[in-house]
Every structure is written in structure tokens, then in C-alpha cells.
């Protein structure tokens, strides 16, 4: 079946720290892969996606590479902000059933 | 422009009442989702809808019950609320595609139901 996995949080860093967000999946078939964002009252928005192995996915100096040997699609991102304060949800797409799969969120908080 | 809208915003309630949540989009996508978000944030898929057809339906009880009057709108009706229906619901939608990078889901902003 399908199933994604990402680490627990909250994962709390500084003002300009290095940030990786672990996600693994588990799939059948060739499935999109997505880095979803939540910010604190409001609804999921898309942060970015990578559609075929060893797509990078990149948006607001996020990345993401879709890793099929690992089954892996780590968010990183190079120098967090406060703003950056909010849930990432991991997810994966099964283009067969258009079933997404969703990752249990990893709450990220940045201190000044 | 708000792309995937949701009525209302918060809902508080008295359990064993009957309410509905509306949810519209403008994106012109042929399929439309229901998903419900715990206390700790999981997502749960209940209902999708694909051209006003009922494609998935997860094990939902049957007190929810979705309903889609044309591509651009999916309601929720909620009978006889319990207190665990508590939670925030998102509607989504997308335009499902063969191999096309459309899939991608545009989530609405949430109601967020409070049953006392």
C-alpha cells in the first residue's frame, strides 16, 4: 500500500539555522511527490512537488529531491526565518486512484 | 480571487444537531475532496468527488454525508453530531490528469467545528 512517513516534531531552531525535514515513502506505481505548509489557522498550501525520480522540487528556498532509491523527499532548506514557523506535511499522490497520502505534519518553530 | 472557499469559518455546536459545511471552487477542477484534521494535525481523506461522481468514500460513518450539485461545489451534511466529530475539515480540489502534473491539491482555509 501507500503510506508516508515523516519525522516527529516540533523541531525548533534558530534565526538562520540549517533545516531538514525527513519524509520516506511507500508506494506502488510512480507517485507525485509533495511538501505541503500550514501555517498556524489557515489551510494547507502547496510549497512544492517533484513529479518523476530525481526531480527537484524548489520554492521560497526550500528544496526537496525526489530520491526513488531511498524512497525519500527531505525538505531542506538552507536559512529558516520566523516566518518559516509553521506545519510541513509531507504527501505523496497515487495517480491511479488520485488518492493523496499524507505524512503526520512536522511542526517547525524559529526563535529570533 | 479565493480559489477553493469554505462556509463557515468556525462552527460551534450542541451534540445531536445536524449541520452542513459548504465548500466551492473557481479553479474550473473536476474533482473535489473532503478531508478532516485532528487535534494533532493528521489529515484524513473522507470523501472525493470527481464530476459530481463519488470516487473515494473512506470508512466515514454514515452520519457524513457529502453532496455535489455541480463540479464547482462539494457540501458536507453532518447528522446527529458527536462530540469526537470535533475537529477542523478542509475541502480540496484538483484536476485529475493521466500523468499530468495538474494533480496538485488547492486546499480551502477550513471550518473549524467545535460539538459541546
Known amino acids: ?112 | 480571487d479565493t480559489a477553493v472557499s469554505q462556509t463557515p469559518k468556525y462552527l460551534v455546536t450542541q451534540m445531536g444537531n445536524d449541520k452542513s459545511i459548504k465548500c466551492e471552487q473557481n479553479l474550473g477542477h473536476d474533482t473535489m475532496y473532503w478531508y478532516k484534521q485532528d487535534s494533532k494535525k493528521f489529515l484524513k481523506i473522507m470523501f472525493s468527488y470527481n464530476n459530481k461522481e463519488l470516487i473515494i468514500n473512506e470508512t466515514v460513518p454514515n452520519r457524513f454525508s457529502p453532496k455535489s450539485p455541480d463540479k464547482a461545489h462539494l457540501n458536507l451534511h453532518i447528522n446527529s453530531l458527536e462530540l469526537g466529530d470535533s475537529a477542523v475539515y478542509f475541502c480540496a480540489s484538483s484536476q485529475v490528469g493521466t500523468g499530468s502534473i495538474k494533480e496538485t491539491q488547492y486546499f480551502g482555509p477550513g471550518t473549524r467545528l467545535l460539538v459541546l
Open chain 1, 1 to 112: 500500500g501507500n503510506s508516508v512517513t515523516q519525522m516527529e516534531g516540533p523541531v525548533t531552531l534558530s534565526e538562520e539555522a540549517f533545516l531538514t525535514i525527513n519524509c520516506t515513502y511507500t508506494a506502488t506505481g510512480y507517485p507525485s511527490l509533495f511538501w505541503y505548509v500550514q501555517y498556524p489557522g489557515e489551510g494547507l498550501q502547496l510549497l512544492l512537488k517533484a513529479t518523476k525520480a530525481d526531480d527537484k522540487g524548489s520554492n521560497k528556498g526550500f528544496e526537496a529531491t525526489y530520491r526513488k532509491e531511498t524512497t525519500s523527499f527531505h525538505l531542506e532548506k538552507g536559512s529558516v526565518q520566523v516566518s518559516d514557523s509553521a506545519v510541513y506535511f509531507c504527501a505523496l499522490s497515487d495517480r491511479s486512484f488520485n488518492k493523496f497520502y499524507f505524512g503526520s505534519g512536522t511542526k517547525l518553530n524559529v526563535k529570533p
